[in-house]
Nanobody
Framework: VQLQASGGGLVQAGGSLRLSCAAS????????MAWFRRVPEKEREFVAA????????SYTDSVKGRFTISRDNAKNTVYLQMNSLKPEDTAVYYC???????????WGQGTQVTVSS
């Protein structure tokens, strides 16, 4: 599956953004989907994941209550709604599709999110 992320930008602290990740291929609805983020000189960080039917979600502690992951299998798209953004949320955000061995085998190109204080 190929992934195309969009929706990043510059926003003030306290603001909101919604990231989208459009997937090609026929297997989107069978895959767990996730968002990760990376800042320079740090390791990539897990942000959120959603199972294939959208029933189960998980989040890293720092975004719980502020971010919401969702998906629309009819549109082959996964979303990340980000509210109450903080400067420490500044990063390049990547979407990823799960593989059949419990990891993530497909990655989007990344979209920059910058939160100003």
């Amino acid at each position: 599956v190929q992934l195309q992320a969009s929706g990043g930008g510059l926003v003030q602290a306290g603001g909101s953004l919604r990231l989208s990740c459009a997937a090609s291929g026929r297997t989107f609805s069978t895959r767990t989907m996730a968002w990760f983020r990376r800042v320079p000189e740090k390791e990539r960080e897990f942000v959120a994941a959603i199972n294939r039917n959208g029933v189960t979600t998980s989040y890293t502690d720092s975004v719980k209550g502020r971010f919401t992951i969702s998906r629309d299998n009819a549109k082959n798209t996964v979303y990340l709604q980000m509210n109450s953004l903080k400067p420490e949320d500044t990063a390049v955000y990547y979407c990823a599709a799960g593989n059949n061995v419990g990891g993530y085998g497909s990655w989007g190109q990344g979209t920059q999110v910058t939160v100003s204080s």
